[in-house]
Structure formats: C-alpha cells, structure tokens
C-alpha cells in the first residue's frame, strides 16, 4: 500500500519523521512512501503550495500522512500561493469531505487542560466537520460596491446532497460510538442552516437507534466549555467545524495530541495531526509528535484495514505517557525523539 | 430619560422586573419607562416579534432595556415571525452596529467558572462585535441549483466603512482599557476578512498607542481556552463575535452574570444579558437577575451619562456575591428576588 509522505513546512517534518519510525516498527514494508512537497516549502522550491507532482503522488496513494503547512515567509504572498492552499487544495482535488477528529483526554495529562480536571476527563467526542463546500468554496472576491467603497464577499451555501453525505458520516459515526449525533448550525440567523437542518432530519429517518439533537453553533461554543461531557458526535458545517474543533481539542488538553482524518467516500483520507506548523519552535526538537503518531494510527484504522495495528500504536503511546515522557507542550522538557523513542520502547 | 423596558419572553420578566427596582432605588424618577411588546410575547399577542408600536417606543427612548427572547412554542413559524427577529430587527432598524461583552470573573465566583481557578480568574476582556452586517444580513435563500437539488445559500460581505466604523470602537474600547486589540477573522480562507483585515491596519494608523494583533478564528476559539488571559479587546464580525463571545463568557463563569451593550454611533444603545430565554425555568423564581442588573449599569454607563450610578451599582452586585447569596446557576439555591433583595440591601 503506498502512503504519500508530505512533511510541509515548521515542524512538520520533524513530527512526520517520527510518526515513519513508528509505522516502521508496526507495519514495516507493508507499506511504501513516496514523498511529496506541500506549503510554504513547496512554493520556496517550485514556486506553489501544492504542486502538481504532489497531486499526483496524492491521487495514486492509498492514504495521505500529513505533517503541518504554514511559513511566515509566505504571508504576503497572493492567497493562492499561500502554504494554507496546499490543504484546501488536496481537500477539493481529491474530494476528501468527511474531517474527522475525536477529542479525549488521556488520563495521564488531566493537568494539561485548561478546565477543570473533572470537566476535562469527561470528553470523549468526535467532531464530523464537513470540508468540501460551505462559505469556504463558494464564490469570493473583493469588488467595489454601488457607492464606491472596497467590498469583500463570499458565498455561503451547501446543497442537499452535500448535507446528507456528511450527515450520513455524522450518523455512522455515532452508531458506532454512544449512538448520539449533535447538529451544529445557525438556523436562527442563516438559510444555509435551515437546509442544513432539514436535511439532517431527513436523513435521521434512516437512523433510527441514533439519537439526534440541534443545536445553535454560539451555544455549542458554551457548551463545550460548561460541559463536554455531554457530547458524543457532534457533525457540522466547514466554517462551524473549523472553529469549534480546535476549541474541542483545546479543552482535551494539549493541542500536540490530538490528530485527524479527512476522509473521501471510499475511505481513502488525509491524516494530520491538529496542531499547526508551530514556525517558533521549528529544528529545536520541542515539538510533540504524538499526534502525528496517532494520526498514523487512525491512518491504519480507517485506510489501510489494519485495526490492530492502529491499536496497537493507540496502546503504545498510552504506555510512553505513563511512563512520564513529556514535550513541553505538556510541562516536560522532553525532545521530540525522546518521544519518539518512548513510543518504540513501548510498543 | 426615556427607557423602553423590553422585557420579552422566558426569564426575561422576570429579571427585568429586578433590575427595575435596582434603578427605581438609584436614579429614581429622573428615568420614565415605557414597555414595550418583543419575541414570542409579541408574536402571540399582536402576530409579530417586533410590532410596529414596540419600534415606536424604541426610536423615541434614550436607552433599550432588554431581557431576553426565545419561545419553543415559535419553533416551527417562518423566520421572519421568530422571536429571535426582535433582536435582529432593533439592531438593524436603529443602527445598533457595536455589541460590547466583558467578560470578567468575579473573584467571589471563581468556583463557577469549567475553567481552572487560575486560568479563569486571569480572564478580563471585552468582545467588540459588529451587530449590523456579515452573514447575518446580506441576500439568502433556498434555492434549486443547476442539477436540481436544493441548496440553501447566505452571502457575507462587508464594506470598508462597516469595518473602520466597529474598528474604531475595538480601538476606542482598548485604549481605554489596557491598550491591546486583537482583530480576529479567517483571512486565510475569506476575502471578507481579508477585506476587514486591510481595514483594520489602515485603521490602526490613528492609534499608534494601541497595540494591534491578528488572530484566525479558530485560534482564537482555541486561545480563549487556554489562555484568556491575554485578551483585552477582541474585535470581530458579526458572526464569529456571536461564538467568541458566548464562549468567552462561559468562561467567564456563569452566563447567569455577564451583561452586554449595543450602541449606535450616538451611545444610543440596547442593554440586555447574554443569556437567553431559558424557557425550561420561566416563572419559577429560579433565573439569575445579576447579568440584567449589570446590564442596566452599564445602560447608565454608556448611553445616560451616569457612570457614579453605574458604579454604585456594580460595588452593590459584588457586594451582595460577597454576602453569599446563588442562584441554582451559580451552585445555589436563592431565588430571583432574593437576589434582588440582597443587591437592594448592599446599595
Ligand atoms: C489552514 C486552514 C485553511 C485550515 C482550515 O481552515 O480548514 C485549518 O485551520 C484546518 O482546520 O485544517
Ligand atoms: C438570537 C440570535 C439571533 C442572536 C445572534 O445570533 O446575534 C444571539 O445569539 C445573540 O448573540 O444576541
């Protein structure tokens, strides 16, 4: 099975480094690489973020490991070569609609979140976000308005077919888990959320063992703070996933653990640790790995058909945490290759 | 000085009903009220949310007293006929542009808070949002799309005199504050944003004394999480000021305590609690009447020139905290008049 291998920019292939030690270990030549440049190092080397050579790698692999895009160095440039298209673009290009991304906190870090240690230990979701439409694809520009001033613009919207797709996902999801699936939207305000919801209801009609609430994105943002615990799948727009995802891993505790998939119809997907590219601490060996290693391990689980492998990976990091190993992110002064060795160690 | 008292549906009579004897005590007969009819209270007695009456009072008062809208039994009418249209119609008929929320731990609460003590306790900023563009009310509808499906679409858009007039408010608000702005936006994916961005720093040229910075939304929402401590003012649009400032007052502790202001460009403004309706606990004396009391403060602060008052007041709410007294919200068990009560004794 062939994984394309994009490292991009910051600290992404330090990261991505010691998730392919990992995968080396667990699964070994069963897997094959072949590496591809996204972000801002792309565009440094051929002048675009996400160059057709890397397309073309990303459409004959079977799964996508991600490490991080985004360089300082690459601000003022036009928004098409900025190091951000090189994910949007691998989203549209390959139809990769379905980002998945589970918060839970491991026991052994309840100190490194925010909240309160009992607010903490209780979340255990997964955000559905969709990632092929909403205000993020439509169309956009900045034009001159009826009394001459600078106007910027960008269509909302979502059709029915979208909706269902990624509700259908939000659904299956929470089959699989507690059975309880959380609509995020803003049909007070927006039309685009009405849809939204009325689709979501039809197509709860076919889920019938799923239980399926509704709620007001401004209010899941609270909701998410006052008590996580509550929710199980919660599935949502492309702009609503975006922001309440990060929030969710951020009450999970340190953003350097947490990974994510975004998946196609076939099941083919893109694995990324949540965390950006980190530019400040990039070659100093700070950056935590394992959510690459753990994005790793959803690759095998959801791609690849390798479950036991996954867990075994899911296992190994476990072990490495309550052994004591700790980047700074979570208090410790660790290297990113004490962490990576830790995670072999235990495995 | 004319007070249109709005006190619409759920809770809301009930806490208005409180911060009126609060002001009855401090500025007396120099404030006359007229109530007006909002939300679904309206709906049922005169077929709309906003009647044309309640616009009446509202164009003639000096300030807006609010309390809150939202009725389950208006679920299923057309959106225009929804409660929540009162709000949206006041801010766009009478130009209500600029939503300011503090957000800020009472030292007496901090128990209140899902966030750590520390962290909570650090939390002392104010969320500048602007109430009278965005998504919110550019075109919308449902549509049938090119292969025939239904697609529900919302444009956002703003112009560069929609930003610079709430960027200047943001800058306003900072340098009498601590001198911070945050900007946030998702310039990285929104042309509007990035419109806004552009505005922003041209804005900023008239206040070298303000330390302006930008943040993505989704960082944000991760940032308010971790580390609210760092925020003095944030500014934002309309839309991510909705999620932003309702997680920033989760945050802050209980939404039971945490008051808001709108105002036109004249300091005209409506003053109301963030939080909403709360149907499920109506008429039963278990509502939380702080964040209303506060709110009127504020209204005597900002739009009725009398800031001693509004001192008085706000000394008056942490003093009566500090005698003990909770509502079911703040972990007990007294009821809306008894904490009426207990800010009447401290006055
Ligand atoms: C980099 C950015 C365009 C991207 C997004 O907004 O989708 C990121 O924030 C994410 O969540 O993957
Ligand atoms: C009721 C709703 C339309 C409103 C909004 O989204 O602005 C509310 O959430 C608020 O923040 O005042």
Redesign the pocket.
Known sequence: MLIALLPGDGIGPEVIAQARRVLDVVVGDRLTYEEGLVGGAAYKAVGHPLPEATMEIARRADALLFGAVGDPDCDALERRLRPEQAILGLRAGLSLFANLRPAKLFPELADASALRPEVASAIDLVIVRETNGDVYFGEKGIRTNAAGRREGYDIMCYDEDEVSRIARVGFETARARRGKLCSVD?A??LETSQLWRDVVIEVSADYPDVQLSHM?V?NAAMQLVRNPGQFDVIVTGNLFGDILSDQASMCAGSIGMLPSATLDANNKGLYEPIHGSAPDIAGQGKANPLATILSAAMMLRYSLGLPAEADRIEAAVAKALAGGVRSPDLGGTHTTAQLGDAVLAAL
Chains 1, 2 share one sequence.
């Open positions: 803003k007070n305000v007001y401004d």
